[in-house]
């Protein structure tokens, strides 16, 4: 390893979990609130994200880690490698002689993980759900940041250089492990070490999207408030069923709860959801789609922005906002797209649906002011 390490605290579960008794699986599972899980997993595999190597994966392949559903347990399940489970997991380790039967201190075990979204990360959760008695002992993280689409040959090159996210650090088993990570820096890639072998379900790399800024200069117009490009989903009036980040996730919507959809309401008011825009920008288009909610789709929908460079608070929805989109009736199941006629610069969007229900995605298609830009590269 090298780079700088981080002061991420140690996780709060250590040693085995008891044997699987029957039952639900997960009603002993080990869990916590970590502060940064509201933030995007930037190792999502829907923004392209993948596990392009291994150095061992004997009995569950690597690619389990970045599953986005949870881990499932089937106690009667077993292959011709022994018991199937979902995750990923290698061989045990052994010494070089009958006299030396136990794994040296260095030896691990690893994969290399491609962020769907690079960024800056900001806690890191290595869940070992199901993993009771052949979890690793420890488990470290390193980041790196190189350009373009690397092999992994490339990033196991003597030139590559890696920072420390998380260093050596016991975990338990069964239990959702967290790290709070303080580097402030963009990253593209990790790589996960398990010490010295073992068993890890899901990986989650929750932070803030860093969009490359010579690519969107490129592109001109873009989807000004997609998580991929940096938007983000800041703030929403009800979470009740899913979370509005769902909305700017890439692709369409493919089941229900693969969007945005609040409880119904028994008052007067309505729903709404905040957006940060990638930056200072001018939006020119937008695309409303109530995909896969038929009886719960949201009934209308009004769109306003703000730029926030005047001084201007987003979280303060009566004052410095410009609607671009007035209330306008929604059909359930349907791509909505609406031109802007009005030219307006904008940093924060806002939707607001009236009453309740669903919203699958939410594009906001078009381009950065110049001021935008400097910033984005700065």
């Known amino acids: 390893m090298s780079g700088t390490p981080g002061t991420p605290p140690s996780s709060a579960f250590a040693g085995d979990a008891n044997p699987y008794a029957g039952g639900d699986p997960y009603a002993d599972y080990r869990s916590a609130t970590f502060d940064f899980t509201h933030l995007p997993d930037l190792a999502d595999r829907r923004l392209g994200a993948g596990v392009l190597a291994a150095n061992d994966e004997f009995f569950a392949e690597r690619e389990n880690l970045l599953n986005p559903e949870a881990a499932h347990f089937d106690p009667e399940r077993f292959g011709h490698k022994g018991k199937i489970m979902d995750g990923w997991e290698t061989r045990r380790r052994r010494g070089a002689a009958a006299d030396t039967p136990h794994p040296t201190d260095e030896d691990h075990d690893w994969a290399l993980i491609r962020l769907g979204a690079p960024g800056v990360v900001r806690g890191i959760v290595v869940d070992t759900a199901h993993f009771r008695g052949n979890y690793p002992q420890a488990v470290s993280v390193e980041a790196a940041s190189v350009a373009g689409t690397p092999s992994a040959e490339d990033?196991?090159?003597?030139?590559?250089?890696?920072?420390?996210?998380?260093?050596?650090?016991?975990?338990?088993?069964?239990?959702?492990?967290?790290?709070?990570?303080?580097?402030?820096?963009?990253?593209?890639?990790?790589?996960?070490?398990?010490?010295?072998?073992?068993?890890?379900?899901?990986?989650?790399?929750?932070?803030?999207?860093?969009?490359?800024?010579?690519?969107?200069?490129?592109?001109?117009?873009?989807?000004?408030?997609?998580l991929e490009n940096g938007g983000r989903a800041e703030d929403a009036s009800d979470r009740f069923y899913s979370p509005p980040v769902h909305t700017i996730q890439p692709g369409r919507s493919r089941k229900m709860d693969d969007g945005w959809e609040t409880r119904r309401r028994r008052d007067k008011g309505h729903d709404w959801v905040r957006y940060r825009l990638t930056e200072q920008s001018v939006p020119r288009a937008v695309e409303i789609d109530t995909g896969c909610y038929k009886g719960n789709a949201a009934g209308w929908a009004a769109l306003s922005v703000l730029d926030a460079t005047t001084g201007a608070d987003p979280a303060d929805h009566t004052t410095g906002w410009t609607e671009i989109l007035p209330r306008t009736r929604l059909q359930p199941d349907t791509v909505h797209r609406f031109p802007l006629e009005k030219a307006t610069t904008a940093t924060h969007l806002r939707i607001d649906i009236y009453p309740d229900g669903g919203i699958a995605r939410l594009r906001v298609h078009g381009s950065l002011t110049e001021e935008g830009a400097r910033r984005l590269t700065s």
Do not use: S
């Open 155 to 226: 990033l196991l090159a003597a030139d590559v250089r890696w920072t420390v996210l998380v260093p050596r650090t016991p975990v338990g088993g069964h239990a959702a492990n967290g790290f709070a990570v303080r580097d402030p820096r963009r990253f593209t890639h990790l790589r996960l070490n398990q010490h010295p072998d073992g068993g890890i379900a899901r990986l989650r790399v929750h932070g803030e999207v860093v969009p490359d800024p010579a690519w969107l200069a490129v592109l001109g117009t873009f989807d000004l408030v997609a």
